[in-house]
């Protein structure tokens, strides 16, 4: 049997690392066929994206159809308390080690939540391994969000040699530990002091010499900084706005800022990222967030 379904094309030499990126971000369907289509691979997503079009896929045969749901690392976060379908989950594939649901929204200045275990080891922590990196996580003590790994990956690739980046909130440090191989520097803030230890961890587990994990308040960084950014990172959807004017006097004329929301209409952000100094401005969809709002991320380059 067929079935039509957002789908992203890599060359076939990208495949590999491409599947292993969709299954830690628990957005690879795998209740479908991978599609060959001449010299690439076709791998079928469960919601649009960057890069996806529509394909036809064919079903896996003798699948057993599971309830929705994100994988993080060896974790399964589920949409429904459904200890039913936690335990089809957790059987369905052995690097799961938990079955998780949450109890409440992402909140606090922390950007924290709360779990229920619904099948597997009672635990919030693991390891997430994204394009190369190793990421220690817990996902009720720091943000983590494994749906940006694609767009570290496009960031990245964007750097040059030798830049000087602050990564202004910075979780565990995923945006930073990908970007250190191309930066002279890398200063990862975040005022979560659980967030900053196992960032701590993952320098050490990815040999990431170059990134300095700062315990601080966005508020303060132009205090506590000597330096002015060829780069900056604000990955903070929900009250990012708030720190751009900081954003603004931390980055270098000529600098970009890569600052992500969640959005409700097309150039929420524009005028006041115009007035702040922002002589060019790319506004990008990177991820639908709930029905009319949507995770956006503005490239801004700096006058």
Same mark, same amino acid.
């Given at each position: 049997?067929?079935?039509? =379904?957002?789908?992203?094309?890599?060359?076939?030499? =990208?495949?590999?690392?491409?599947?292993?990126?969709?299954? $830690?971000?628990?957005?690879?369907?795998?209740? *479908?066929?991978?599609?060959?289509?001449?010299?690439?691979?076709?791998?079928?997503?469960?919601?649009?994206? #960057?890069? #996806?079009?529509?394909? !036809?896929?064919?079903? =896996?045969?003798?699948?057993?159809?599971?309830?929705?749901?994100?994988?993080?690392? +060896?974790?399964?976060?589920?949409?429904?308390?459904?200890?039913? +379908?936690?335990?089809?989950?957790?059987?369905?594939?052995?690097?799961?080690? #938990?079955?998780?649901?949450?109890?409440?929204?992402?909140?606090?200045?922390? &950007?924290? &939540? #709360?779990?229920?275990?619904?099948?597997?080891?009672?635990?919030?922590?693991?390891?997430?391994?994204?394009?190369?990196?190793?990421?220690?996580?817990?996902?009720?003590?720091?943000?983590?969000?494994?749906?940006?790994?694609?767009?570290?990956?496009?960031?990245?690739?964007? @750097?040059?040699?030798?830049?000087?980046?602050?990564? @202004?909130?910075?979780?565990?440090?995923?945006?930073? %530990?990908?970007?250190?191989?191309?930066?002279?520097?890398?200063?990862?803030?975040?005022?979560?002091?659980?967030?900053?230890?196992? @960032?701590?961890?993952?320098?050490?587990?990815?040999?990431?010499?170059?990134? %300095?994990?700062?315990?601080?308040?966005?508020?303060? *960084?132009?205090?506590?900084?000597?330096?002015?950014?060829?780069? %900056?990172? @604000?990955?903070?959807?929900?009250?990012?706005?708030?720190?751009?004017?900081?954003?603004?006097?931390?980055?270098?004329?000529? +600098?970009?800022?890569?600052?992500?929301?969640?959005?409700?209409?097309?150039?929420?952000?524009?005028?006041?990222?115009? +007035?702040?100094?922002?002589?060019?401005?790319?506004?990008?969809? !990177?991820?639908?967030?709930?029905? $009319?709002?949507?995770?956006?991320?503005?490239?801004?380059? !700096?006058?």
């Amino acid at each position: 049997m067929t079935v039509e =379904q957002w789908g992203v094309r890599v060359p076939v030499r =990208q495949g590999e690392e491409t599947r292993q990126a969709l299954i $830690g971000e628990g957005a690879l369907d795998i209740t *479908l066929k991978v599609l060959h289509d001449g010299d690439g691979l076709v791998f079928p997503v469960l919601e649009a994206r #960057t890069g #996806t079009a529509r394909y !036809v896929f064919e079903e =896996q045969p003798g699948r057993v159809e599971l309830p929705r749901h994100e994988q993080v690392g +060896g974790i399964a976060i589920m949409q429904e308390n459904d200890p039913g +379908g936690a335990a089809k989950i957790l059987a369905s594939r052995p690097s799961l080690h #938990t079955v998780l649901f949450p109890t409440s929204e992402v909140s606090g200045e922390y &950007r924290t &939540r #709360t779990y229920a275990v619904l099948a597997g080891t009672d635990t919030t922590r693991t390891e997430v391994i994204e394009h190369g990196h190793r990421f220690a996580v817990d996902l009720a003590g720091a943000y983590f969000s494994a749906r940006l790994s694609t767009e570290r990956q496009r960031v990245y690739e964007q @750097m040059r040699e030798g830049e000087l980046v602050l990564d @202004m909130f910075a979780g565990v440090g995923p945006f930073a %530990i990908t970007l250190a191989p191309r930066a002279v520097l890398v200063v990862a803030a975040d005022l979560n002091p659980q967030a900053i230890l196992l @960032m701590i961890e993952n320098i050490r587990k990815n040999r990431a010499a170059n990134v %300095i994990p700062l315990l601080a308040d966005a508020r303060r *960084l132009e205090k506590i900084l000597p330096w002015k950014f060829n780069r %900056i990172i @604000m990955n903070l959807p929900l009250a990012g706005t708030e720190f751009l004017p900081e954003a603004f006097r931390l980055v270098r004329p000529g +600098g970009t800022i890569h600052f992500y929301s969640l959005v409700s209409q097309k150039g929420e952000h524009l005028a006041r990222i115009r +007035g702040l100094g922002g002589a060019e401005v790319t506004e990008r969809e !990177v991820r639908s967030y709930s029905p $009319g709002q949507w995770h956006a991320v503005y490239d801004i380059v !700096v006058g």
